[in-house]
């Protein structure tokens, strides 16, 4: 069957659901995928075909996107911060809006210290957070927490697949036991996290691949107490940081300033609420 056939194929079946331009980008990272047939290798030859037996991969995948699967898991991988990763459906997709903040972490260390830096990564998942720091801030010792036993598995895989090393650690953050046991005789000048914090009246904004694909664990918080994560982080950061150390977090994008109020109630200073690239409020930042 000729690729541009195949192509056509996933466009009749998927343009309604997700969009041609949308459709078109799957195609061509299963064609990579499968087939190590990039987009200009096809642009510059209409006429590239692929046996019979080759074709179950992405016919298996066509069917997974038909059921709004996400492409990432259907790969098994995709890329964050520049760097390769493996995830599947015990580990959130990265999204590019926590590389806008790794890079504020970076761009606040990097080339401003020669001492070694010691940083947090809570609520690690997939491990890009933690990884990506480790691969370019050279002086920083990382350590990543997680409650979930197949998301510290993940990551592991991704530490080895960029060459880094990280210290992977499972427990929750929520429980003071856990908290004491891990971190007993360690303090950090960074931590961050990008924990759960989408609260169940805001499902209806969540598209279906991810409402019905990602892991609940780390995407969801109760009405009710939907900054019970930031509570603990914060608790914990205010003993555990050492003398001008910071705290960072991804924070919901409408309650800004409700994390702001506090994180601020713990005694922390120069607390700023930062927009990403979407001019949404999903960053803070402040100092012990």
């Not at 350590?143 to 979930?148: F, I, M, Q, T």
């Not at 990551?155 to 499972?170: G, R, S, W, Y």
Request: glycine fraction near 4%; charge should be negative.
């Amino acid at each position: 069957m000729l690729v541009k056939d195949l192509e056509n194929i996933f466009h009749e079946t998927l343009d309604v659901i997700y969009g041609k331009e949308e459709v078109s980008s799957f195609f061509f990272l299963c064609t990579e995928a499968f087939y190590n047939i990039s987009r200009l290798d096809i642009a510059l030859n209409r006429k590239i075909s692929i046996t019979k037996e080759e074709q179950q991969p992405i016919f298996n995948a066509l069917e997974a996107l038909k059921k709004e699967q996400p492409i990432q898991y259907i790969l098994g991988e995709t890329e964050f911060f520049g760097l390769p990763f493996k995830v599947n459906e015990n580990t959130l997709i990265p999204r590019p809006e926590t590389e806008e903040l790794v890079q504020l972490i970076i761009d606040s260390k990097k080339s401003k210290t020669s001492t070694q830096l010691s940083i947090l990564d809570i609520g690690t998942g997939s491990g890009c957070i933690a990884i990506a720091l480790a691969k370019n801030l050279n002086n920083a010792q990382l350590y990543a927490l997680d409650v979930s036993e197949k998301a510290i598995e993940k990551a592991k895989e991704n530490a080895t697949l960029n060459n880094v090393d990280i210290n992977f650690l499972e427990g929750s953050i929520l429980k003071d036991d856990d908290c004491n046991t891990l971190f007993k005789n360690l303090e950090f000048n960074i931590i961050v996290s990008n924990p759960p914090y989408v609260r169940n009246l805001e499902k209806v904004e969540i598209q279906n691949n991810v409402l019905n694909n990602e892991p609940h664990l780390a995407l969801f918080v109760e009405d009710n107490d939907p900054l019970i994560f930031y509570r603990a982080i914060t608790k914990f950061a205010k003993n555990k940081l050492k003398q001008n150390g910071q705290l960072f977090f991804e924070i919901n994008e409408y309650l800004g300033e409700e994390t702001k109020d506090l994180v601020e109630s713990f005694g922390f200073k120069n607390v700023e609420i930062l927009k990403d690239i979407f001019n949404k409020n999903r960053m803070l930042k402040a100092n012990i």
